[in-house]
């Protein structure tokens, strides 16, 4: 029999409470309104296995992914009919799975509304077009035959630009509006995270957060009730010392000006930690800030460890990674941030 092989070198931390406040503070937000949780792309990187479970046990009951793909795992840990899949029913063997497993398809489209009443049809959602010109039904077809005659749990829209003081919300809330009137629906669903903060008409019956439930902060009005869900971690795999005039990395873009103690992290480009982190991350000991210095390489970044003396071999440091403040530094969305986290980490 093979050994096990060990542990991972990198692991991502996540905050099971943390995650859990942060769904309760944006159901709460959403008035009367219900809030799902938008748990595609693995839980935005952070992993479906932690993080369906949290919030189910917060109270959440809706849960949207993306993919086909993406279905099993998710459910897997909820009931039937708790599962929505955004990208919809493109063939029949999509809606045929969807029959199968209990998940309700997002029907986006004519052809999907055909692909879907062919496959025998059943409670679905819709998803209409009010702006963002995205994935989603034109309004224009909604008094179609096909579109009249959907059994429809929740009818969606999507805000393209929530996150800021735009024209097009309200224009965006009153075509969802008019489709609320244009075809039979159980619920009506309109809000992702920073939608919340629009206000009680944005709310319908269900809203659909995503990035805040991770530690996102993607407007002004979520700031104080977030809190970091997700911190990754990497073993320091080795401890140098410089002098003064030792470069590291490729193409030796940092050069030392004294004698440096100084750390190789198992965390690199793969990982998601982009190249565009070097010479401005930083990871954390023990309260201490340990900048990145030099390229980060596809497996490692170097550390600096002056302000850390105990810090050694075998130890584990923490990426600086509050979504909001990392965002700034490194020119990437919290979005990114999230959905890079690469294969390698323990989730
Ligand atoms: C991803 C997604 C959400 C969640 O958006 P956030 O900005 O992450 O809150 C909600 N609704 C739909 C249709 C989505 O695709």
């Known amino acids: 029999m093979r050994p096990e092989p060990p542990p991972a070198a990198l692991r991502l931390a996540i905050d099971g409470d943390a995650l859990a406040a942060n769904w309760r503070a944006l159901d709460a937000l959403s008035g009367a309104a219900a809030a799902g949780a938008a748990v595609k792309a693995d839980a935005y990187g952070l992993g479906v296995a932690r993080t369906v479970p949290a919030l189910w046990q917060a109270g959440c009951r809706d849960f949207y992914v993306a993919h086909w793909a993406e279905v099993a795992p998710v459910a897997a840990r909820v009931p039937p ?29 004519l052809h999907q509304a055909q692909v879907w009443h062919n496959a025998g049809g059943g409670v679905c959602d819709l998803m209409v077009d009010t702006g963002i010109n995205r994935l989603g039904l034109p309004l224009e077809d909604i008094g179609h035959a096909l579109i009249q005659q959907l059994e429809i749990d929740v009818l969606l829209s999507h805000l393209a ?6 024209p097009l919300n309200a224009v965006q809330l009153s075509r969802w509006q008019d489709a609320r009137r244009a075809v039979a629906h159980r619920r009506a669903s309109l809000a992702n995270s920073a939608g919340i903060t629009l206000g009680n008409t944005y709310h319908g019956d269900l809203t659909r957060p995503g990035i805040a439930l991770y530690g996102g902060v993607p407007c002004a009005a979520l700031e104080g009730l977030i809190r970091q869900v997700l911190r990754p971690e990497a073993a320091v795999m080795q401890v140098r010392t410089l002098k003064s005039g030792d470069s590291v990395g490729y193409n030796a873009t940092f050069v030392a000006d004294r004698t440096m103690r100084v750390g190789v992290v198992s965390l ?37 460890l002056s302000a850390a003396p105990d810090v050694t071999e075998g130890d584990w440091v923490a990426v600086d990674y509050d979504l909001p403040r990392a965002s700034a530094i490194s020119g990437l969305s919290q979005y990114e941030l999230l959905t890079l986290m690469g294969r390698r980490f323990a989730r």
Do not use: F, Q
């Not at 063997?93 to 489209?109: H, L, M």
């Not at 930690?273 to 991350?281: A, D, E, M, P, T």
């Not at 000991?285 to 600096?304: E, H, K, N, P, Y």
């Open 161 to 166: 630009s929530a996150d800021e003081d735009s």
């Open 268 to 304: 690199g480009y793969e990982d998601g930690y982009l190249r565009c982190w070097s010479g401005k991350g930083a990871m954390l000991a023990g309260g201490r800030r340990l900048s990145a210095l030099g390229r980060v390489s596809m497996d490692m970044t170097v550390i600096d």
């Open 81 to 109: 009919g708790a599962v929505g899949v955004l990208h919809g029913p493109l063939t029949p063997v999509e809606a045929a799975y969807a029959k199968a497993v209990g998940v309700r398809p997002v029907i986006n489209s």
